[in-house]
């Protein structure tokens, strides 16, 4: 059985040789080009890949039923854009403790709040990685240049954490890094606006 939407679909399971042909053939459907799947449950439990293709190796003779879950390409955008605001305002008020507590010699405090920096740092980039690829959001010249300002210091601030230059690294998330967070947040509060107006005329077009 396969299940698309909470709807029965009339494909059989027994149809395919693996979950991947499942998924691709679902996908195929007219119907799924405006969507993002975003559960996939095989034999009422979650599925997700851990390395690329594990669905390939999933032999449908071991699956009973597939439930594929999706969701306008529309609403995703507009979770993942509330998403960015609220990461990078994160990012925002991280810098400024962290740089804080590497001048007060607090060394303990600031590297574990450094290292919540860097994973927050990190998927900030991932979210606006899914928006511009899954959805083709444009973005402005202006945008790309702060993204692309804030990986390079991403990758600066990982070099200068190997050498242990605590100043130095304070003085980049101050002076360098948060300047450029803070231009980041206000672009992508304009992004939001720009996805919302997308949605409103989707709906009424």
Do not use: C
Not at 40 to 65: G, K, T
């Amino acid at each position: 059985m396969i299940i698309i939407d909470g709807q029965q679909s009339p494909l059989e399971v027994r149809h395919f040789d693996n979950l991947e042909q499942i998924i691709e053939k679902v996908m195929e459907d007219v119907r799924m080009n405006s969507r993002i799947v975003t559960d996939v449950l095989v034999n009422d439990e979650a599925f997700s890949e851990i390395y690329p293709h594990q669905a390939e190796d999933m032999d449908a003779s071991h699956i009973n039923r597939v439930e594929i879950v999706s969701v306008p390409t529309s609403e995703m955008a507009q979770d993942i854009t509330r998403e960015l605001y609220k990461v990078v305002t994160l990012m925002g008020k991280a810098g400024r403790q962290v740089a804080d507590f590497f001048r007060q010699a607090d060394d303990d405090q600031a590297l574990e709040l450094y290292g919540d920096l860097l994973e927050v740092n990190r998927d900030f980039l991932n979210m606006v990685g899914v928006l511009r690829n899954e959805f083709a959001t444009d973005t402005s010249a202006e945008f790309e240049a702060s993204l692309s300002d804030l990986s390079s210091l991403f990758s600066e601030m990982i070099e200068i954490q190997e050498n242990e230059d605590w100043i130095l690294l304070a003085d980049l998330l101050e002076y360098e890094y948060l300047p450029v967070v803070e231009k980041t947040k206000n672009m992508v509060a304009r992004l939001r606006e720009s996805v919302r107006a997308s949605v409103r005329k989707e709906k009424n077009g």
